[in-house]
């Protein structure tokens, strides 16, 4: 989970290998291998995992989506890795990036500590090859992990401890039924868009990039975006002025397994603050989740005011998730 209105924007070398390491079972020994991310038919993959424990993870298949905007497929092969058993299947994986921050994910009943401080290890190397090349990297952290919620979060976060991170400050998901959605009220001036034409894609770049200043979104990052399953064109809404300008966002995301939709991300352009924007690109976007199919809806926030817009379109059910982080100074 990458948080909506404040949102945070984002390798190093391993050798592929067979390992052969404890099971969760005692007095067994459990063949595993990792290897780095190929092809797009990986993602795929790792959506695929990541629907399978959506109640154990906050993760989603559009996170995965948004957070591999930085890269080429090609290119993603230095920061992914995936674990999988003799048969294939897939155990976890564990996802880089260059500002320092990652993703672990184990796939529910397929964890156990020897996995997880394989995997730590993978991102702390990634982290020491990263910083050899000369790369600036101050520390490293993660997100979205609630021991409380499933057997693997506690796993994660055992193991992250175990590798010397800390535990950092907390930060907010609500959710919501889609069942009753309010009509969204542009004020006047304004209208509601959904991205489609070259023009709107350049001004929801900028939109982005005024909203999340400095922002490293670039054009060929958010086409590369729109190429990325399960992006849909018609869950890109957008406020625009009356001469065209987009000044507010909402990308939404479904997960047709779960019937559940996700926030990613959620801005507005500084100038255009404080006019309901927000909110009303927000129930736009609700509405567009509903009508293909989700019968739920997921966002994260790190700020009050983040958290105040959601709550005023109907979110509530709220959980608290942690961030770990790890000092490289030292």
């Not at 600036?136 to 506690?154: G, K, Q, V």
């Not at 957008?238 to 990308?251: K, L, Y």
């Not at 559940?260 to 989740?289: I, N, S, Y």
Request: a neutral charge.
């Amino acid at each position: 989970m990458v948080n909506m209105l404040a949102h945070r924007e984002g390798a190093g070398g391993l050798e592929d290998s067979n390992v052969h390491v404890a099971s969760a079972v005692p007095g067994q020994v459990t063949a595993r291998s990792v290897r780095a991310y190929a092809c797009a038919g990986d993602l795929r993959r790792m959506q695929s995992a990541v629907a399978g424990a959506y109640a154990s993870t906050s993760l989603r298949v559009g996170d995965l989506a948004w957070l591999a905007r930085h890269h080429t497929h090609r290119e993603l092969a230095l920061d992914i890795r995936l674990w999988e058993d003799g048969q294939g299947r897939l155990l976890g994986w564990t996802f880089f990036r260059s500002n320092g921050g990652f993703n672990l994910f184990v796939a529910p009943g397929c964890g156990d500590d020897a996995l997880v401080d394989a995997m730590v290890g993978v991102i702390e190397q990634a982290a020491r090859t990263s910083v050899a090349a000369g790369d600036a990297l101050a520390a490293l952290y993660t997100y979205a992990i609630d021991p409380s919620r499933s057997a693997a979060d506690r796993l994660l976060a055992a193991g992250l401890r175990r590798h010397g991170f800390q535990q950092g400050p907390s930060e907010g998901v609500l959710t919501r039924r889609l069942d009753r959605i309010p009509e969204p009220a542009p004020p006047q001036g304004y209208r509601l868009e959904t991205v489609e034409a070259p023009q709107q894609v350049v001004g929801r770049v900028a939109a982005q990039r005024a909203a999340f200043a400095p922002s490293d979104l670039t054009l060929e990052k958010y086409a590369r975006v729109r190429r990325t399953w399960p992006y849909r064109p018609g869950l890109d809404h957008i406020m625009t002025t009356d001469d065209g300008q987009v000044v507010a966002f909402c990308t939404a995301w479904v997960d047709e397994e779960n019937a559940a939709g996700l926030f990613e991300p959620v801005g507005t352009h500084p100038a255009h603050q404080r006019r309901g924007l927000a909110k009303a690109v927000c129930l736009a976007a609700l509405g567009a989740l509903r009508d293909a199919g989700a019968r739920t809806a997921q966002v994260g926030y790190q700020s009050a005011a983040a958290a105040a817009t959601y709550r005023s379109i109907g979110f509530g059910h709220e959980r608290q998730e942690l961030t770990f982080r790890k000092d490289l100074s030292g």
